[in-house]
């Protein structure tokens, strides 16, 4: 079952730059960075009520934010949903015709569960679905 938005996530072409932006302009608090090797990013996250907004940069120049800055530049990258059961959900989403980016959840940020709709199947819209194993900022 679907729990709530967990975030918000947003492709940024430099990092540190976005981190400053958010937090000296906006007034946002970060409360974290890192690198999600499976994913091939880096991460900053600033809570807000009800909420989170994540900044998600290459890491090391490669991944898939790579071509996404490419061919988009700089913007929002997915909505992230978090649910009780990610392989429950992934196969409920399925049965109603959602296609997944894998077969199988992967590791996300705070060794979480995670698992992407492809936005063909989503109105467009890149979906994540995360399973939390522990407390996050």
Same mark, same amino acid.
């Given at each position: 079952?679907?729990?709530?938005?967990? $975030?918000?996530?947003?492709?940024?072409?430099?990092?540190?730059?976005?981190?400053?932006?958010?937090?000296?302009?906006?007034?946002? @608090?970060? #409360? +974290?960075? @890192?690198?999600?090797? &499976?994913?091939?990013? &880096?991460?900053?996250?600033?809570?807000?009520? +009800?909420?989170?907004?994540?900044?998600? $940069?290459?890491?090391?120049?490669?991944?898939?934010?790579?071509?996404?800055?490419?061919?988009?530049?700089?913007?929002? $990258?997915?909505?992230?949903?978090?649910?009780?059961?990610?392989? #429950?959900?992934?196969?409920?989403?399925? +049965?109603?015709?959602?296609?997944?980016?894998? @077969?199988?959840?992967?590791?996300?940020? /705070?060794?979480? *569960?995670?698992?992407?709709?492809?936005?063909? &199947? &989503?109105?467009?819209? *890149?979906?994540? *679905?995360?399973? /939390?194993?522990?407390? /996050?900022?």
């Amino acid at each position: 079952m679907i729990l709530s938005l967990d $975030h918000i996530a947003i492709a940024v072409p430099d990092l540190e730059r976005a981190i400053r932006r958010f937090a000296d302009d906006f007034g946002l @608090e970060l #409360a +974290g960075t @890192e690198d999600v090797v &499976s994913a091939k990013t &880096s991460t900053a996250f600033f809570p807000v009520p +009800g909420t989170r907004i994540e900044l998600v $940069h290459p890491l090391n120049g490669t991944g898939p934010i790579v071509k996404y800055l490419e061919k988009r530049g700089g913007g929002m $990258h997915h909505l992230c949903f978090s649910v009780d059961d990610i392989r #429950a959900e992934m196969a409920r989403l399925t +049965g109603l015709g959602y296609r997944f980016l894998s @077969e199988e959840p992967g590791v996300g940020a /705070h060794e979480s *569960l995670v698992a992407f709709i492809h936005p063909k &199947s &989503s109105e467009g819209v *890149l979906i994540e *679905l995360v399973e /939390h194993t522990q407390e /996050h900022p």
